[in-house]
Structures are given as C-alpha cells and as structure tokens.
C-alpha cells in the first residue's frame, strides 16, 4: 500500500510537514510517537492515491467520507495491523485534519464519525523479583540530584512494598509517617479507605528522602515535591521509570504500575492468599484481584485442595 512514489501533491505534503513540525514544537511529542503519526498518514495518503487512481490533494481531504477511513482501516487491518495501531493511526489522522480545519482546508466531521476500534483489555506485567528490587533501589535511581534520587526511590518502593496506586503514593503526606508506623491508612478509589503494612525498607526509603529533601515539609502538605518545591506529578516518576528501563535492561511493561501488579503477583506466589491481597489492594471485587495477578484455574484449584478442610 506504501510502494507508490507520489503519495499526495506538493500542497498537502506541505501542510502534512508543516503539521508534523507543529506537533514537535509546540506539543514536543515524542520522537517515537512522531514518525508513527508520520508513518500513519504517510500509509492514508498513499492508500486514498491508490484509491482515486490520482494523487490525493487538499480537496480530496476536505471530502473525505467516514466511509474512506473505515475503508482504509479495513486495509490496514487486512495487512495485520491490531487494534492498538489502528486507534493510533486514527488519532494521527484526526489531528492532521483538525490541523488542517483550523487552517479552513478541511472538516474533521468524518473523522470524528468514525469509532475507534475497541482496544483489547490488559494490564501490565509484573516485574521478577530481582528486578522489582532493583528498581526501588536508590543506587539504581539514575537523578543526578541525590535528594532526588532517594525520592524516586522512596515513592517505588511504596508502590512495590504496599501495593500502592501512584496517585495514593503521591498523596500521602508527612503526618502519615509520624512514630515510625508499620501501617498506613489509604485512601483509594471511590473514598475506600483501607489499612496497608508499611514494610521496613519502605520506611527507610521515605525517611531517607525526608531528611535530603531541601524543601520544607509541612504535616499536612505533599510529602513529595518535584524539582521546584512543588506537588511531585506522577508524569516524573514515569519519566524515570522510562529510563530505567532503558538502563536496566527492562521490558517496555516495566511501568509504575506495574510495581503495583508485582506486588500482588509477588505476595501469591508467597503463599498470601487472594481474599487478603483484594483487602491489600483495595479491589471492591475479588474477581478483579484474580485477572489482576493472572490467577489461573489451576493456582486456585491448588489453593483450595491445599486449605479447604474436605478437599
């Protein structure tokens, strides 16, 4: 479908560069999400080229029907593309034409008329052990500001050692960890408030940051701060996660929330078992706790053939 020479004439290839180059400048995508967007419109011009027997021009885009872009998904799927591409190729090209209808050169209607596919469920893996631990720890932390090292470390190691979501990590403020607790008291989705152990190395890791943060830190206040004194965002911790896992050797599933998942994952293979991990987490449904750490019929039927007192 991209073998042709001449995709589009020279005034949409134009506006198509000057679009990519906005999206660099003034969105600052990344370089990833930037030549898929590139490669995506690149694959729609060229397959509405081959459509029209003629190259696709600024006035073939401001009559674009739903149909020609389901038409073109249907391609695309046809030569193998799942759905996560083809979502992805479809926000490129309803930005490109949102781009160009604010220019006047194009409805974006069609686009908009056209439902993405549905995207499979699924949720990270978690991580091994040994790299679970590595990642919550501070030698491992790649900042060049050691206060911000041990912070990044401190808020892993809560969503590794508690099972933590990273919103309630980031939350939590220094009260919390007043008299050294072996618990803390969150507060999750809905306003579910639940009890978690707080382990010892994650203790050690917050205080640690607590005592080479260079910021004042009021009871009440965020315990975590970003660079400027501010509330930490949880965009900067997965920053730093995106560069350990290019530096430890890690699978792009690698993610904060991942922790969270190995935590559960984890604490089964000890032995824990699932009705306990559902309260640690602070699931409403059990069943949810099964698909999150990937039970299996098998691990449950060892469970109850194991404690179930006439199995």
């Known amino acids: ?41 690149r694959q729609f011009l060229a397959f509405l080229t081959g459509h029209l027997a003629a190259p696709a021009s600024l006035k073939d885009i401001g009559n674009l029907r739903p149909a020609d872009l389901r038409g073109f998904l249907a391609a695309r799927r046809r030569d193998g593309a799942g759905a996560r591409t083809l979502g992805r190729g479809l926000a490129g090209l309803r930005s490109f034409l949102r ?26 893996k978690p991580l091994s052990d040994r790299q679970a631990i590595a990642v919550v720890d501070a030698y491992e ?23 933590l ?16 607790p072996t618990s803390l008291r969150i507060t999750g989705k809905g306003g579910k408030t639940r009890i978690v152990p707080l382990i010892a ?27 400027r004194g ?7 911790i997965q920053r730093e996660m995106q560069k350990m896992r290019g530096a430890l050797g890690l699978p792009d599933s690698a993610t904060p929330h991942a ?4 935590f559960a994952t984890h ?12 309260e640690l987490l602070g699931h409403a449904s059990l069943s949810t706790t099964q698909v999150y750490t990937g039970v299996d019929s098998a691990r449950l039927l060892e469970i109850y053939d194991r404690a179930h007192p006439r199995a």
């Not at 991209?2 to 949409?12: N, S």
């Not at 922790?259 to 190995?262: T, Y």
């Open 1 to 41: 479908m991209t073998d042709l020479l001449i995709i589009a004439d020279p005034t949409l290839m134009n506006e198509r560069q000057a679009w990519l180059a906005a999206l660099a400048g003034e969105r600052r995508l990344s370089a990833n999400t930037l030549d898929a967007y590139e490669r995506d419109t």
């Open 259 to 262: 922790l969270r998942h190995s």
């Open 165 to 180: 979501r990273i919103s309630e990590a980031l939350a939590l403020t220094k009260a919390d960890f007043a008299g050294s």
């Open 99 to 124: 781009h160009l209808e604010r220019k006047g050169l194009a409805n974006s209607a069609g686009a908009t008329a056209v439902r993405s596919p549905k995207q499979p469920k699924s949720l990270p």
């Open 141 to 163: 932390q790649l900042a060049d500001e050691p206060w911000i090292r041990a912070r990044n470390a401190a808020v892993l190691a809560l969503l590794y050692g508690c099972g």
């Open 267 to 278: 604490l089964l293979a000890g032995g824990g078992d699932l009705r306990t991990i559902q």
């Open 201 to 227: 190395p994650a203790r050690a890791g917050v205080e640690d940051y607590v005592t080479l943060c260079p910021f004042p830190l009021g009871e009440d206040g965020p315990l975590f701060r970003g660079a």
């Open 230 to 236: 501010g509330a930490l965002q949880p965009a900067i």
